[in-house]
């Protein structure tokens, strides 16, 4: 995803990751990995509980999952990865393209 925030921010679109770890081991994980969009700490995971990204396997977790949200808060499209992948940028890309 880092290699292609320049190529979501053209679409007029913003990437955000949430992680279930603490604001500190998430803030350790941005600056570990020099990520330049935003990373925000779920550690209650209300937001990986609302999206239904809870890992089915490993409930402390959130299973790979990309989500587009219009501004107004409706989601336009989802992708829920069951096999523990994560959603090709470039799938996302597309779908950015179509609205």
């Keep these: 995803m880092q290699d292609n925030y320049a190529k979501i ?3 007029d679109a913003e990437l955000i990751a949430i992680s279930s ?4 081991d998430t ?3 941005v600056q570990n990995h020099g990520l330049k969009f935003p ?3 779920d550690k209650d995971k209300k937001a ?12 402390r977790i959130a299973r790979p999952a ?9 989601i336009a499209w989802k992708s829920l990865d069951t096999k523990a992948a994560r959603v ?3 799938e996302i890309l ?6």
């Excluded at 597309?94 to 609205?99: A, N």
Aim: proline letters at 5%; charged letters at 15%.
């Design 39 to 41: 990373v925000l700490s």
């Design 27 to 29: 803030k350790q994980t």
């Design 88 to 90: 090709p940028t470039a």
């Design 66 to 74: 990309a989500y587009i949200v219009h501004k107004d808060g409706t």
């Design 94 to 99: 597309t779908e950015l393209g179509k609205f």
């Design 9 to 11: 921010q053209a679409a």
């Design 48 to 59: 990986i509980t609302a999206y239904n990204v809870v890992d089915p396997g490993n409930n």
């Design 21 to 24: 770890d603490n604001a500190g």
